[in-house]
C-alpha cells in the first residue's frame, strides 16, 4: 500500500465544505481524497444531505481513490479519518452519505465503516435501480477512536 499520510488541516471558519487529501509526500501525487460538510451545531448552516432534524450530523461526499491504487484500503482509511475527525473535533453524533443503488464497491465500504441504511421511505426501497441514490447513516459510535 502506498504511504499517504493525510495532510492536517485547521478547524475550519466557514460552512463550506473540508476536504481531505491522502498525498504521497515524496512524489505529491494524490492518492484519495473525501469532503466534508460541517453540522449545523457548529457553524449554524445546515448542511445538505443531513436530515434538516439533525444538528449534529455531518455529511461525508466525495470519496475518490486513484484507479492504479484501488483495493489497498485507502478509501476506507480516509473515510476512517473522515469519521474520526467529524466526531472528535466537530462533535458529530451521526455521520451521513449518499451512494448509487448499483454502487457495489461504494456499498461495501461504506458498510464497512459503519454504515447502514437511513431510511425505508419509498423512496430509498428500490434501491436497485439504475441511477438510484440511498442515504445512508452511521453512527458517531462508528468512527474509530485512533488509527
Known sequence: MPSAPLSPLPPPRSPGPVRKVAVDPSSGIVFACIDMRLPAALNGTHPHGVPQDDPTGCYLLNVVVREDVRG?????????VAMMRAV????????????????????????????????????????????????????????????
Not at 116 to 139: C, F, I, M, N, R
Request: a neutral charge.
Open 72 to 80: 489497498q484500503g485507502l478509501g476506507r482509511g480516509i473515510m476512517q
Open 88 to 147: 472528535q473535533v466537530w462533535g458529530a453524533r451521526r455521520l451521513y452519505t449518499h451512494v448509487e443503488a448499483d454502487n457495489e464497491v461504494a456499498f461495501r465500504l461504506y458498510h464497512s465503516c459503519g454504515f447502514q441504511q437511513h431510511s425505508a421511505d419509498s423512496k430509498y426501497e428500490a434501491a436497485t435501480k439504475l441511477g438510484q441514490t440511498v442515504l445512508l447513516w452511521a453512527p458517531a459510535e462508528a468512527a474509530p477512536a485512533t488509527l
